[in-house]
């Protein structure tokens, strides 16, 4: 059967726009929110100099069929991803919040040219 992308697109959106509504007024109050918007590999967020960055919470949408994959730029450790086309949101709770190492900025990785946007909300520590 195929797939309709531009049902999918709509309801991604929808996703986008709710999640965003739900998330991004909790998140402040705690972080603070970046936006971005990349085709290629790149950083998202960079902490102040001698600080770490926490993760509090993320929402990304890839339109591409790509693999994309929020990361720690130094280390690589991996803090969300999608095999594809697809969506990936998450407010962490306060246990087990992703920490960086210290100047370590976080980045999303893209396995080929794409088209990736969304938020992070970080906290430095």
């Known amino acids: ?20 509504d739900l998330i991004i007024t909790v998140m402040p109050a ?3 929110v970046t936006y971005f918007s990349k ?3 790149g950083d998202v967020k960079s ?3 001698g600080k770490q960055l926490k993760v509090l919470g993320w929402n990304f949408v890839s339109y591409a069929d790509v693999n ?20 990936n949101a998450m ?10 190492a210290t100047d370590e900025a976080v980045e999303i990785c ?7 946007k969304g938020w992070i909300c970080t906290k430095e520590v």
């Open 1 to 20: 059967m195929p797939v309709n992308w531009e049902r999918r697109h709509e309801a991604f959106k929808a996703i986008w726009e709710r999640l965003h």
């Open 30 to 32: 705690e972080g603070t």
């Open 39 to 41: 085709t290629t590999t």
């Open 47 to 49: 902490p102040t100099t």
């Open 68 to 87: 994309v994959e929020l990361r720690f730029k130094t280390s690589q450790n991996h803090i969300a991803g999608i095999p594809g086309k697809g969506i």
């Open 91 to 100: 407010a962490k709770s306060s246990l087990n919040r992703p920490q960086g």
């Open 110 to 116: 893209l396995s080929s040219t794409g088209s990736v």
